[in-house]
């Protein structure tokens, strides 16, 4: 039941947002001062133009967790309004281009490339996260004491059962 209420929600969060992942959790420092490792952002994507100084999260071809960076310039093309989109995290001293945050050879990003603009964050939250992912032993510790909780816990409530049925 948990399960389910929790997956109808983040599919409601997904069409509400129209974000494939509308909460994400920085891990990297690069967005320092103003984002820090551990916060957790709540993305909003809509057909608004990007425009620079927006903080996106992106995804590159060939890596598997999603940046998080500010926009710094934007380049539309008059003939199919197609953007470019040139980004850098805030302590960073190179755009990403230069930085090599992009793919081989990819010089700008484009809105397909774009997950959703940060429109809100909690501070700090997303540590467990980073914790769980960073150590995996933590992440099958924790597995282990919440099945042994949900075992003993069954036992419990069979126990209690059969006492009020006698």
Not at 45 to 74: C, L, S, W, Y
């Amino acid at each position: 039941m948990t399960i389910s209420s929790a997956l109808i929600i983040w599919k409601a969060l997904i069409c509400i947002t129209g974000c494939e992942s509308p909460v994400i959790v920085v891990v990297s420092g690069s967005m320092e001062p103003g984002f820090k490792r551990g916060d957790i952002l709540f993305l909003h994507m809509n057909e608004d133009p990007i425009r620079a100084g927006d903080i996106v999260v992106f995804n590159i071809k060939g890596k598997t967790i999603p940046v998080v960076h500010r926009v710094i310039q934007v380049h539309e093309q008059q003939n199919n309004k197609e953007i470019y989109v040139l980004t850098k995290g805030d302590i960073n001293k190179k755009d990403d281009r230069l930085g090599g945050i992009y793919g081989s050879g990819q010089l700008w990003l484009q809105r397909q490339h774009i997950m959703g603009r940060a429109i809100g964050f909690l501070p700090y939250e997303g540590w467990v996260t980073i914790v769980l992912t960073e150590n995996p032993i933590v992440k099958y510790v924790l597995i282990g004491a919440l099945s042994l909780v949900l075992i003993t816990s069954k036992d419990r409530g069979a126990k209690q059962n059969s006492r009020t049925n006698e």
